[in-house]
């Protein structure tokens, strides 16, 4: 098939979720006639144990060949210890980096199911469907100068630089336009515009691209800091939210938790598209990490993975039907009562595997 898809399963539980992703790659090829051409390899500490770097180039090849990268999580703590160049996030950077992720998606919607999971009132998140995406390879934790140096009297100064230019602005906001058309079309961008060149740059840009291409998408400025408060106060007036990737770390951060556990968050991150095809690169991974507490214990949540897999059909293969109907499932597993540990109540306790039956039943 032309669809192709390197697989990275990582550190941790992350083969343990991948194995539950495996069954429904399994089931899109007999039931849904939609086959993958799945590369599998290493990355993270399982990769330094191997090949002694977190990302063999050999890996990389592949991810650029492939264009689609689905990933488990990395690390642990039998590689905290290792120098900077070698430990296993620097794999996931490394990916991020060559592949040109420049916008990273991170939905946070609530399931109807899990609306008690959630830390706010069940009114204010019932039917919360929200997309942030978080421009991710400029901005302050990139741009020069920075450093750290002596100035003198035993005084010491630490830089870093807020750098955006019109391109970095427009392709991310595109992205962000072109999501909104496809959801509820409205765009909140936010930035620091009173106190931040950078910020009025950004507003400027924002508003021009929408100007030229995006007039039939509602468009709205925001302040970050107001931004964060009304996604506690009332986040269901947001659809698609752009905004830099210092700001958009946060938020992001914020509204997961709008949405319960860890264990359902899935998340994107896209590149260039090329002018022949049209297709973006693009990386799919879970939002939580390598759980080394509960890992080889077989209880990890797998739904995370499962839904960066549908992210992946709807985003890298045009395949939106298939992932309507995976998204559903979950639903519908959800709220007959199945639960991993980590979501807590519900009426039948399962492991990753049993999510992984209940889906497939489901499906
Ligand atoms: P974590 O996300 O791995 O775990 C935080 C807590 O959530 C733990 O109690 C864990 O058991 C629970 N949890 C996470 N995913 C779960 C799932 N699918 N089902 C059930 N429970 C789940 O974050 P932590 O503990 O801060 O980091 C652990 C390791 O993961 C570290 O080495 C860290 O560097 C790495 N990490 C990797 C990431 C990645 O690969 N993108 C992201 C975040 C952390
Ligand atoms: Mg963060």
Excluded at 81 to 109: S, T
Excluded at 143 to 151: A, K, L, N
Excluded at 242 to 254: H, Y
Aim: some cysteine; aromatic content about 6%.
């Amino acid at each position: 098939s032309n669809r192709t898809m390197l697989m990275l399963p990582g550190d941790g539980i992350g083969p343990e979720v991948m194995g539950e992703v495996r069954r429904v790659i399994d089931w899109m090829d007999k039931r849904r006639h939609v086959s993958f051409d799945v590369k599998e390899d290493l990355v993270g500490g399982s990769a330094f144990d191997k090949h002694g770097t977190p990302l063999a180039d050999k890996t990389m090849q592949d991810a650029l060949d492939c264009g689609v990268v689905l990933l488990g999580a990395v690390g642990g703590p039998k590689w905290d210890n290792l120098p900077f160049d070698k430990k296993p996030e620097r794999g996931l950077l490394r990916l991020r980096k060559e592949m040109q992720l420049f916008a990273n998606l991170r939905p946070a919607k609530c399931f109807d199911a899990l609306v008690e999971a959630s830390s706010l009132k069940p009114e204010i998140v019932r039917g919360l469907d929200i997309m942030i995406v978080r421009e991710l390879t400029g901005g302050v934790y990139f741009g020069e100068p920075r450093g750290i140096s002596d100035i003198g009297n035993g005084e010491r100064r630490g830089v870093n630089t807020q750098v955006y230019t019109t391109s970095e602005i427009r392709r991310v906001a595109a992205v962000a336009f072109e999501l909104a058309q496809k959801r509820g079309n409205k765009v909140t961008s936010l930035e620091k515009a009173n106190v931040m060149e950078s910020g009025v740059l950004w507003r400027e840009e924002v508003t021009k691209l929408h100007q030229e291409k995006y007039k039939d998408v509602q468009l709205e400025h925001m302040y970050a800091d107001n931004g964060a408060m009304q996604l506690v106060r009332a986040p269901k007036q947001f659809d698609v939210m752009v905004t830099d990737n210092l700001f958009g770390d946060i938020l992001s951060d914020a509204a997961a938790m709008l949405t319960g556990s860890l264990g359902m968050l899935p998340s994107a991150s896209l590149g260039a598209a090329d002018p022949a095809t049209g297709r973006r690169m693009a990386l799919f991974e879970p939002v939580h990490g390598s759980a080394p507490d509960i890992s080889g214990k077989g209880i990890a949540n797998p739904l995370a993975t499962i839904q960066s897999f549908s992210m992946a059909l709807r985003y890298a293969y045009d395949l939106g039907a298939d992932a309507d109907l995976i998204d559903q499932a979950a639903e519908n597993v959800l709220k007959s009562g199945v639960r991993t540990a980590d979501l807590g109540g519900g009426s039948a306790k399962v492991g990753t595997t049993g999510m992984g039956d209940a889906l497939l039943k489901e499906l």
